[in-house]
């Protein structure tokens, strides 16, 4: 009897130490963030990430797939916080952006309209944050194509993916906007988002993944046929690589499915990505990968902490859904995430929580800096712990 209760008590004590833990962090966090909200008051625009000399990177205002991960990151900040002050700066910065619900001509709508909206609409129950969601989930659906069974990821009409040959691409990051989809469907009765987006997961479960449960980055379709045309990467180190933020998508979206179909063969597939990222031997001790699992210069390679931070909200949610515990993994990312390797000093990095991302070495861009994803998905992290 006495060892029962000196057990309870020694793990409640873990309980209160790892709970304060989480609260400490989002309380640096906060002091961090609102600095970084100050500069985007004076500047009235969207911090994005850093340039190569170190200067602030401001989201396009014509369209910007990064758009919506700064007012998600205020919509986390007030729902861990409870302040004020945070969803006043998401409301403001969200409205920023509010016409690219209109654009048909991209499929990042999901990324940037249910990190922002769809958050605020969940913490608010606003109407109007509602017909927002509705209405950039139609313009998203305009983008599916029955005879292949997905959404088109990239117009191949202009920019640096005319010069591919692709016709018809679908990247594993795709897998991001179907949450949209889904909460769209449940919002409004209208099944037709889910179905679009059930049928997107299956036709990328069959065509994106490979015998060790890595992903391809690229899959080109004919938009006739449905044919898969080529196996590619764009951000990747190459074809048959195993690009790390494209594998923390999968993991993210899968899981994703799985929430809101309860589909087991969503669950499973989860699991193998886990598996493949979990357990793979080149990552370093701190469990933050390098930017592409088989990039060819490790250990003198970029890690890449945006990989890193959606693999661990991605992993906290399907510690939830699976018989596998992800504790271990998901202890290990937080701790280094928080580390001061990888979280700025208060004041420092121009105000962004985490350093040593990477935007996409292929293109030369955004080479370890802060990116405003990393932050959005390391802050739902917390708020997701502390749940
Ligand atoms: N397409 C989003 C990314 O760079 O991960």
Known sequence: MKLLKLTSLFLFSILIT?????????????????????????????????????????????????????????????????????QKAAEKFQAQFESHKLRTNNHDLGFVFNCSYGNGYRLTKNESFKQVMITSAESLSTRFNPNVGCIKSWDVTGGWQATRGWKYPVIIDNMMNLELLFEVSKLTGNDKYKNIAITHANTTLKNHFREDNSSVHVVDYDPETGEVRNKHTAQGFAHTSAWARGQAWGLYGYTVCYRYTKDEKYLKQAEKIAKFITEYKGTPEDGIPYWDYSAPNIPNEPRDVSAAAVTVSALIELDGFSKNTYKPAIDKIMTSLASEKYTAKLGENKHFLLKHSVGSIPHGAEIDVPLNYADYYYLEALVRLKK
Not at 18 to 29: F, L, V
Not at 46 to 64: C, Q, V
């Open 18 to 86: 790892s709970c304060s833990k989480k609260e400490s962090e989002i309380d640096k966090s906060a002091q961090q963030f609102a600095l970084l909200v100050n500069d985007a008051e004076i500047a009235n625009k969207i911090p994005r990430t850093l340039t190569a000399e170190g200067e602030m990177h401001w989201t396009n205002p014509k369209f910007d797939w990064t758009e919506g991960f700064f007012p998600g990151s205020c919509w986390y900040l007030f729902e861990a916080t409870k302040d004020q002050k945070w």
